[in-house]
């Protein structure tokens, strides 16, 4: 089935540092949404992104819509401790049935006070 | 609106047991997803549905796996026998409509099959 490739599987860094994660496909999707999951929780929506070169930030966290629709970032600057959790893509094609969300296989990140 | 409620939170059943787990999406939303989630495959959309109707069910693993959605309020999904290799985070979410992107998650049925 369709696929989004996210990456890096997993990181280890120290409080105050910028993070950056990705999301790649082989298919052209409509919108590119982040999820932020927390341990014991379901994943609740970051950004969402609705057009082909869009930049939309959210405090700390900016995400960009890749120009050729099939991938994007997410870019989360000056961590804290709280930012632990697993980060994840989602993509939603409009052809057909519109409801559909895929999600990539997700970021951990683990940052260190 | 209390969101997505999932229940039950945890299950831990033996193999060849039936499991049903349980969703009332958030009022008024059209649209409600069961994903899986394991640490092997991250979060697999099994099924969705559109005002009640299945939409698309093509990720659901297997025939032992079934879902219903019996009114805009409820949903279940059911896995009879259970195998081992189903334990997993279930997750329901729902979303208001097509054009609406955000999905609205519930907390998720850890279910252990052992």
């Known amino acids: 089935g369709q696929q989004l490739n996210q990456s890096p599987q997993s990181m280890f860094i120290q409080e105050g540092e910028d993070v950056s994660m990705n999301c790649t496909s082989s298919s052209i999707f409509n919108t590119w949404l982040w999820y932020k999951q927390d341990p014991g929780e379901g994943p609740v929506l970051l950004i969402a992104l609705y057009k082909a070169g869009e930049l939309t930030s959210n405090g700390r966290l900016t995400a960009q819509f890749g120009i050729t629709r099939k991938d994007s970032f997410l870019n989360i600057s000056a961590s804290i401790p709280s930012d632990v959790g697993i980060y994840f893509c989602?993509?939603?094609?409009?052809?057909?049935?519109?409801?559909?969300?895929?999600f990539g296989q997700g970021t951990t990140l683990q940052v260190k006070p | 609106d209390a969101g997505v409620i999932q229940s039950p939170r945890h299950e831990v059943t033996e193999m060849g047991q039936e499991v049903t787990l349980r969703c009332k999406p958030i009022s008024g939303h059209d649209y409600l997803f069961w994903y899986r989630q394991t640490m092997m495959r991250g979060l697999e959309l099994l099924i969705y549905f559109n005002n009640n109707v299945p939409i698309d069910d093509s990720g659901m693993p297997e025939d032992r796996f079934s879902a219903k959605m019996p009114n805009a309020s409820f949903s279940t999904l059911k896995i009879q026998p259970s195998e081992p290799r189903d334990s997993a985070v279930y997750f329901c979410?729902?979303?208001?409509?097509?054009?609406?992107?955000?999905?609205?998650f519930g907390q998720g049925t850890r279910l252990t099959v052992v």
């Open positions: 989602a993509g939603q094609q409009r052809s057909g049935n519109t409801g559909k969300l895929i």
């Open positions: 979410a729902s979303k208001q409509n097509s054009m609406n992107t955000e999905a609205f």
